[in-house]
């Protein structure tokens, strides 16, 4: 079959010239996809090596294979920051500030990732060894681009940091904003439907189940009824608190006190002082024998 | 070590002998997971120029790459039609009109993939350009395999449309059933965990969250116990319809009024009036002090 | 622009020497990410052969491929075992004994692989064909991979089976532990966030929706505060069990009596007796009008 295509093409050349949804030419200045998946792997062999390769790594090449990696990534990180930075002045040195900075924080963000370790497998019975969590954990995975990217995101580098967690989030099902700040110890347990906003703080040895939402709750319009972008619209969640599968927690002023468990399916809004239990009642839960459409005899709940 | 895999492979082929689980000759007609996984890479690519590639497309070659990629995407679909309609009568032609009915469907498939972009970017205070939610936002690569993939199930193609929103599913987390109908300045925030189903028909600047379910209740059954095929088994939800994360909305009666709000972790099996805010009691929830068991001195939830 | 990389380099060497976090030298004997998902591709490629190539195998190579399919996942899995099971003795012996009873139980795998795609053709009215559901339901790569999983963390093979279903929740968003064990006639509708502890006996005949966790509640601790490693955790579910989208049942104590329904967002910490319909009072639903904010009159939610 030969079509004639030229008409088709023709049609969707012509949709192109409003310039919307293309990113056509080179004034441009967007990181791709590709360059950005690239960089997180990257990322994540300089910081548990051995972990993301095909296999270990030879004891006598890894210095040379480390300083391969890092060379390659620093002048590829380097082009993508020109690129996105390219309207802004003094463009250069910027670019050159933020790759060193980004190199001199591995080490320290490597030894943070060795506490998240450290929380997983204290905290879940299912882990045998540490090599399983580092190899078989996704949200290993999620929090080591998360806080790379929160560094960038610190640094006001445009779309690199976001385009990085939504890459480990669709590796991973944890969708993790890179503006949120996360303390030392963290763990998610399972990770799937995972969502931690932009605006969220979250201190030291905190613990979270797949599907929790730490959310925002309504958004600000302005004179215009249009949404105001910014300002602080996630909750904060205190050193040691642990919230169960499928919570839901939302709004800026929300602060869940240190030490705190939010138990399954809680929806909340308001901020609990520290210590607190939160869970739904029971009660409110049917139990009826299906033959008979009467509740069972001595149910409980 | 050199095993004797003779019998193990004997073994297998002998238990493909029953036909089941196999597609083993080329009578079958399936389409295969990496022509379909092909196919959703190259309608992206057309759909958002320069955002599913190594970068930005040079103004010069762009008319040339779009011609290409026409011709090539129309020729691959074209051979899958014949594929999978090799059993019916005129395949050929029918085929040919379906390749042609699609590719005059894409400019107009741009457009409202547009409003798309522009519902998120009026919708989520994180968003600070329309490139980041082209470029990171799970969503808008879900509902651009959607729009396609629902042209195609309108045309009665078997298989195809739902292996393409499935490949969509597996990269995004967002399940959207090629039947499901769904109006301009469509948004799903975050996204994971969405499912929405075959008989769904949804408004326009509708705005989901991750985790919502618009699915079926149950299902009719024949005489002989079986579960009906088809039939009207999804919830509609109107223009301007707000529904929070987690969300869970079934059946095929169950109408959601225009412009109506819908909590987070909400289980509604009815229909609710236009403007609704339709929203759990936060009553039944205890935070008690772990510390003490009693309850939070002056807790107001 | 030439960074000088040396010093970046060393100080990330320098982070290294702790040996925390790194997989550096050939004592380790992990297996790699890529092995496990050449092995997790080749499985699924003898179990539903055709499905996972390029397209239908032609009739006459079907044997010559299988055979050579099996001769290489032959030795790929002997060289994997032979590493994680390095330190132990007789390892040789106990590796050629693993390889064997893996190949001979891929058949019955399969013959148990057929009834769940019966089962999902049977109960999802959206599923036109047989083939329909292995070329594009989730569930189906996820209960595949964790059937083959389960038989080889029966036989104490380390690592692997963990890393084996972890490649499948990266795929489907379905997180199923390699310990669950799960009868014949399994369907996960969807899937997305689907978690099933390690210590779960699921019976036949057991439908799940996406979002449900079967999990633990809570973890016993020693003498000196730390999480006890293993035990029963998580429940059981017994035959004919239906469970709808994001209910949650937590603990090791807990039996969902056979022919049960749970409902959708259910939170459940309690065995149920056979035949129970457990379903969330809707009383504590509000509707109201937004634009009045006084309750919808005749509102019956």
């Given amino acids: 079959m030969q079509f004639s295509t030229e008409d088709w093409s023709r049609r969707l050349l012509d949709s192109y010239r409003d310039h919307k949804g293309v990113n056509i030419g080179d004034h441009t200045g ?30 006598l090449e890894v210095g040379q294979i480390t300083r391969d990696r890092v060379a390659t990534l620093a002048d590829d990180f380097h082009r993508m920051l020109l690129a996105v930075l390219g309207g802004r002045e003094e463009a250069g040195p910027v670019a050159e500030a933020r790759v060193k900075h980004l190199f001199e924080q ?39 681009i998360q806080r790379v990217a929160h560094l960038l995101y610190r640094q006001e580098i445009p779309l690199i940091p976001r385009m990085m967690t939504e890459w480990a989030h669709a590796q991973t099902g944890i969708d993790i904003h890179p503006g949120a700040s996360i303390g030392s110890h963290f763990f998610i347990d399972h990770g799937t439907g995972v969502v931690i906003g932009e605006t969220c703080n979250i201190g030291a040895r905190v613990k979270l189940y ?9 958004f600000a319009k302005d004179e215009f009824g249009r949404i105001k972008k910014g300002g602080k619209r996630h909750p904060d ?56 459409k009467a509740p069972h005899p001595g149910c409980s709940i």
């Fill in 210 to 218: 797949h599907g929790v939402t730490l959310g925002a709750r309504s």
């Fill in 237 to 292: 969640v205190e050193d040691g608190v642990t919230i169960y599968p499928n919570a839901t927690v939302l709004g800026g002023g929300t602060v869940i006190g240190r030490n705190s468990t939010i138990g399954g399916n809680v929806f909340l809004l308001h901020s609990v002082p520290p210590n607190s239990l939160v869970y739904n009642a029971e009660a409110q839960m049917h139990v009826v024998d299906k033959t008979s």
């Fill in 106 to 144: 591995l080490p320290p963000i490597r030894a943070v990732l060795k506490t998240d370790v450290e929380a997983a497998f204290e905290g879940d019975p299912a882990a045998a060894t540490r090599d399983e969590i580092i190899l078989s954990y996704p949200f290993l995975e999620a929090i080591g």
């Fill in 30 to 59: 967007l990181p791709s996809k590709p360059e950005v998946a690239s960089l997180c792997v990257g990322l994540l062999q300089l910081l548990f090596p051995g972990y993301h390769d095909g296999g270990a790594l030879a004891k």
